[in-house]
């Protein structure tokens, strides 16, 4: 078929989770009419289906989360809320099931697989998409997706998609390429140049859910593998501009885990608007505490036990190599007795405790976020279908838009949500 051209009523842009979920209920909608069989196909740049799915969640896909709200998510409230309600958390759980996939809650309120393997959702997304009847393509790179002009029936297809030197004739389009996280599963960022030729803007980008890295002189290094409870702070100036409790986890390079690759987001985002000089990520190694009530801590602890060493003092709060590492970058004398600390170095101490500015040198970059912050604003698609208000029969979904969800599943959730929406509203006859 080199050089060929097809018809379709619906092409779909992109196999990640939004795009294979858009496949799926585009063809349960037209299979739940009586009018004629309509043709879907699937275009997917790489060489295997999911591959963003596969390595998530370490193996296992953290499908959704049992509590998900618009207050998970960066983007615009009222769009947010309303894509949200209209395929929720249980929604999707009692869709998986129904794809033979049953979920189990884990204590944080993340939903697995019950198989605990990504590969069960992989496949049982791919099943249903042959069951259904869309012809799946894959090392199908798409290149351009080009308007019919106006007034040109040409078969009933208002655009064509170009991959190769193929192309396909598509009565509606779904665009759902993904944003530039993980490049290796085939994420790039080329669908957003496709949507800029067609009249959509691109708000700025960057790496979001990443790690970051700390600059040294730092105690990181020796902390490696350490996990700890903390408060980070994201500050402009003097302004706190946000603020979450969460586990940290030291490694050779900086910080990871939950807390710090959700303010990862927040701390890149204010660099580029206010410059890295500006920007501060400030951590409380004692939650709940601010400098006042820790010093008060400390003076109670030190007159009851006077001749405790002061790192066994702080044991009793943080974890015991913290503790040693924040003593020492004090210049403090980890053996000293807790009674025996001078006013000077104890409040040199406290500031460390509750108010430790980390000397973040940058993120670990798109290798390794899992998701991208920016892409299609909200407000140029309808909320209701995820069609394009600037270019009619076009629908955007997933990471293509300028939404993203903390960790814990809630970036799977935004894929099935919008790939439903997109999916049902293609599918209607016109």
């Given at each position: ?30 299979r ?7 043709k ?62 049953p979920?189990?809650?884990e ?14 959702v ?58 530039r ?45 350490l ?24 490694s ?12 990862s ?51 009793e ?39 430790f ?7 670990r970059?798109?290798?390794?976020a899992?998701?991208?912050a ?57």
């Amino acid at each position: 078929m080199d050089g060929a051209s097809e018809t379709t009523d619906i092409t779909i842009v992109g196999a990640g989770a939004a795009g294979l979920a858009a496949a799926i209920f585009a063809a349960e909608a037209i299979r739940g009419t009586r009018g004629p069989a309509r043709k879907i196909v699937l275009l997917e740049a790489a060489r295997r289906v999911g591959a963003k799915i596969l390595i998530s969640g370490g193996g296992r896909c953290n499908v959704t989360n049992s509590a998900v709200h618009p207050e998970d998510y960066n983007g615009a409230r009222n769009p947010v809320r309303n894509i949200l309600a209209a395929f929720d958390q249980q929604a999707a759980a009692a869709w998986f099931a129904a794809l033979g996939v049953p979920l189990k809650r884990e204590p944080s309120g993340k939903l697995f697989p019950l198989s605990d393997s990504a590969r069960t959702v992989v496949d049982a997304l791919v099943a249903r998409c042959r069951a259904r009847g869309v012809a799946l393509r894959m090392d199908a790179r798409v290149t351009d997706v080009v308007r019919s002009p106006a007034g040109v029936a040409d078969g009933g297809a208002g655009f064509t998609v170009r991959y190769g030197d193929r192309e396909v004739r598509a009565r509606r389009v779904i665009v759902a390429t993904g944003g530039r996280s993980l490049p290796r599963t085939g994420s790039d960022g080329a669908g957003w140049e496709i949507v800029r030729r067609l009249g959509h803007s691109v708000t700025a980008t960057h790496p979001a859910l990443v790690p970051l890295v700390l600059a040294a002189p730092m105690f990181h290094a020796e902390l490696s593998g350490l996990a700890v409870t903390v408060e980070l702070s994201v500050i402009i100036g003097a302004k706190v501009i946000d603020r979450r409790i969460g586990s940290m986890l030291w490694s050779h390079f900086g910080v990871s885990g939950p807390v710090a690759m959700d303010a990862s987001r927040h701390w890149l985002a204010a660099r580029t608007r206010a410059g890295p000089a500006a920007v501060a990520m400030r951590c409380n190694f004692m939650p709940g505490d601010n400098f006042e009530r820790c010093e008060e801590w400390i003076l109670k602890a030190a007159a009851a036990h006077p001749r405790m060493m002061l790192r066994n003092l702080l044991a009793e709060r943080v974890a015991d190599r913290l503790g040693a590492a924040i003593v020492r970058g004090c210049e403090i004398d980890p053996a000293i007795a807790a009674g025996q600390l001078p006013r000077d170095r104890r409040r040199r101490l406290v500031q460390a405790l509750t108010a430790f500015d980390l000397p973040i040198a940058g993120d670990r970059g798109w290798d390794h976020a899992e998701v991208t912050a920016g892409g299609v604003p909200l407000g140029e698609i309808d909320y209701r279908t995820m069609e394009s208000r600037r270019v009619p029969g076009l629908y955007l979904i997933g990471e293509m838009l300028d939404c993203d969800g903390r960790i814990g599943g809630f970036n799977f959730q935004w894929a099935w949500a919008t790939g439903y929406l997109a999916g049902r509203a293609a599918a209607q006859p016109d």
